[in-house]
């Protein structure tokens, strides 16, 4: 299993729940989280998806998001 973390622009409960479908059927439920208290609205997520799955399920619900390290 690995930890990816996200920059993007999920603000607020309404966001996280529009990325919800989509990021539990690709991560799994219960293995992300979106820090929407921090100024970067971190998306940190630790299961076996792919990078470009995580990044797909984000940008299907309409927000952006970029990989930090």
């Not at 990816?4 to 409960?13: A, D, E, P, Q, R």
């Not at 309404?14 to 991560?27: I, S």
């Amino acid at each position: 299993m690995e930890t990816l973390k996200f920059k993007t622009n999920i603000k607020c409960g309404g966001c996280v729940a529009k990325v919800t479908p989509g990021l539990n059927e690709t991560a799994g439920i219960d293995q992300w989280e979106v820090d929407i208290n921090n100024p970067e609205k971190i998306l940190t997520v630790t299961s076996d998806s792919k990078e470009d799955q995580i990044v797909a399920a984000v940008k299907d619900a309409g927000f952006a998001i970029e990989k930090i390290d």
